[in-house]
Nanobody, 126 residues
Framework: QVQLVESGGGLVQAGGSLRLSCAASGRTLTTYDMAWFRQALGKEREFVAA????????YYADSVKGRFTISRDNAENTVYLQMNSLKPEDTAVYYCAAKPPSANYFYTSVYAYDYWGQGTQVTVSS
């Protein structure tokens, strides 16, 4: 079992940047595909970005493509989400999640992921 803890959220003006971190403990992250999701107030949790266990392949929601970058440092057992050009509609609680690795497909459903962090709040002011 793996425990995930997010950090790095906060309040930022539109156009600004934040870098979220997801630190894992319990098991090495090299055995998991990782993803970031977000949930705005009153809305369902939605997929943001995913990265393969090896770090070599990534996938993004259309709404963040070109602005967000997911990466991982397996030596540090940490996954990152660099968020640039932030918009007010990016305001949400951001969660990292882990699942067993898949060879040929990036899963965007919350039900595909077995482990979740507690979330970190990101607020973008206009």
């Amino acid at each position: 079992q793996v425990q995930l803890v997010e950090s790095g959220g906060g309040l930022v003006q539109a156009g600004g940047s934040l870098r979220l971190s997801c630190a894992a403990s319990g098991r090495t992250l090299t055995t998991y595909d990782m993803a970031w999701f977000r949930q705005a107030l009153g809305k369902e949790r939605e997929f943001v970005a995913a990265v393969r266990w090896s770090g070599g392949n990534t996938y993004y929601a259309d709404s963040v493509k070109g602005r967000f970058t997911i990466s991982r440092d397996n030596a540090e057992n940490t996954v990152y989400l660099q968020m640039n050009s932030l918009k007010p509609e990016d305001t949400a609680v951001y969660y990292c999640a882990a699942k067993p690795p898949s060879a040929n497909y990036f899963y965007t459903s919350v039900y595909a992921y077995d482990y979740w962090g507690q979330g970190t709040q990101v607020t973008v002011s206009s």
